[in-house]
Structures are given as structure tokens and as C-alpha cells.
């Protein structure tokens, strides 16, 4: 049973476009929300996080939109470009349990087309 | 920057083998893990290490087991290797903390069992 649910698992935009990657969770102890960005033949990296005392985050043409109500948190990549291209993730954890560790969604494969 | 090695991009074993993955990490972490990567259900926790001789299993344990011998060194033990652990498989390192969760990622191993 997967605990975090993403969603669409594939997505071609135009570039400029803005591609929008939704990720739904059950647990209401997880408190850190992470996002990682995964090119072809390369570990993933963390790409953006957020906590749950806010409802939005930004870093560049990235951005985490968070509904803590809905329990559900989606990432935004304003002004795609095809270097954008590659596989996210979305995660969860919980700082405090033991080993805090991350429980990831299936992925989504955005293409940005030139 | 945090670099993880895993010893072999790709790896062709038969079933009924005993294969080993290596990973290592070269910036001290305390924490390792392997995680498993297939299409459609993200990444996978497989087992992960607090500290040398230090284990915990994962969400998906069957058919594995690991070493954690010195700090900087990792390792995954497929006993008799069976054609649905064909995959790819990501190790990753993160420093100790209780707010600290982010991962680094090696490049992964691709694993087909035939």
C-alpha cells in the first residue's frame, strides 16, 4: 500500500509550459515534504522541500503549493525548459519517528518539448 | 560535494546466484540506505543503517540482507538472486539528525536476473 500517491506518472509540456505534479498522503505524522529530480542514468537529487507551516515554498522556477487540510502537495515548475526534462519524486518523512525515513511516490516523467 | 559510489553500473546475474551491490560514501555519513526503483512505484526501502554494524529493515526486506562493516562502506546480498529482483537499485547516504533528511544518491546498479 503506498502511503504517498503521485500523480500523473508521465507529462509532455511545450517549453514555457508549466508542468504541475500532484502527490497525495495518508499519514498525518509526516511533517517533511520533499521532492526530488532524477536525470537519466543518475541518482535522484534533492530538488525542493517543504514543512507544513507553510503553504507554499519557492526556490527559483520552482514551487511546492502545500494543502495540509487535504493532505496533499503538488509541485509547480513555472517557465518549463527542456533541460527540466527528467523524473520527480515527491516524498514524505517524519522528523521525529525512528530513522525518519523518506517514503517516496511512484514518479513522474515530465518531457519538455523545445 | 557528497559523492555515493556504487561499484557497477550494470549487472547481469542467473537466478540462483549470490550477487553483491557495493556502495560507498566519501563524507562520513552515519546513515545508509538501498533503496530498489521500478517503474510506476517509485523508490522502494529495502534495508538501512544507522551506523557500522548497525541494521534496520526496510519496506521490502524479502530476499535481501546487508553489511554495514566499516562507515563508509554499504553493502546488499541478493542470497539466490530471482528474476523479480531485476531492477534498478539506488544507494544513499545522509548525515545523522533529527532535522537532517536530506539523501544523496549514487548513480544506481541496474540488476537483471536471468
Known amino acids: 500500500q503506498q502511503q504517498v500517491k503521485q500523480s500523473p506518472q508521465s507529462l509532455i509540456v511545450q517549453k514555457g509550459g508549466i508542468p504541475i505534479i500532484n502527490c497525495a498522503y495518508e499519514?498525518?505524522?509526516?511533517?517533511?515534504f520533499p521532492w526530488y529530480q532524477q536525470f537519466p542514468g543518475k541518482g535522484p537529487a534533492l530538488l525542493i522541500a517543504?514543512?507544513?507551516?507553510?503553504s507554499e515554498k519557492k526556490e527559483g522556477r520552482f514551487t511546492i503549493s502545500f494543502n495540509k487540510s487535504a493532505k496533499q502537495f503538488s509541485l509547480h515548475i513555472m517557465d518549463s525548459q527542456p533541460g527540466d526534462s527528467a523524473t520527480y519524486f515527491c516524498?514524505?518523512?517524519?522528523?521525529?519517528?525512528?530513522?525518519?525515513?523518506?517514503?517516496f511516490g511512484g514518479g513522474t516523467r515530465v518531457l519538455v518539448k523545445p | 560535494d557528497v559523492k555515493v559510489t556504487q561499484s557497477s553500473r550494470y549487472l547481469v546475474k542467473r537466478t540462483g546466484e549470490k550477487v553483491f551491490l557495493e556502495c560507498v560514501q566519501d563524507?562520513?555519513?552515519?546513515?545508509m540506505f538501498w533503496y530498489r526503483q521500478d517503474p510506476g512505484l517509485g523508490l522502494r526501502l529495502i534495508y538501512f543503517s544507522y551506523d557500522v554494524k548497525m541494521k534496520e529493515k526496510g519496506d521490502i526486506p524479502e530476499g535481501y540482507s546487508v553489511s554495514r562493516e566499516k562507515k563508509e562502506r554499504f553493502s546488499l546480498i541478493l542470497e539466490s538472486a530471482s528474476t523479480n529482483q531485476t531492477s534498478m537499485y539506488l544507494c544513499?547516504?545522509?548525515?545523522?539528525?533529527?532535522?537532517?533528511?536530506?539523501?544523496?544518491f549514487g548513480s544506481g546498479t541496474q540488476l537483471s536476473v536471468l
Open positions: 563524507m562520513d555519513h552515519e546513515n
Open positions: 544513499a547516504s545522509r548525515r545523522q539528525g533529527l532535522l537532517v533528511v536530506k539523501l544523496f
Open positions: 499519514n498525518t505524522a509526516f511533517d517533511y
Open positions: 516524498a514524505a518523512s517524519q522528523d521525529k519517528a525512528a530513522g525518519n525515513k523518506l517514503t
Open positions: 517543504i514543512r507544513p507551516d507553510v
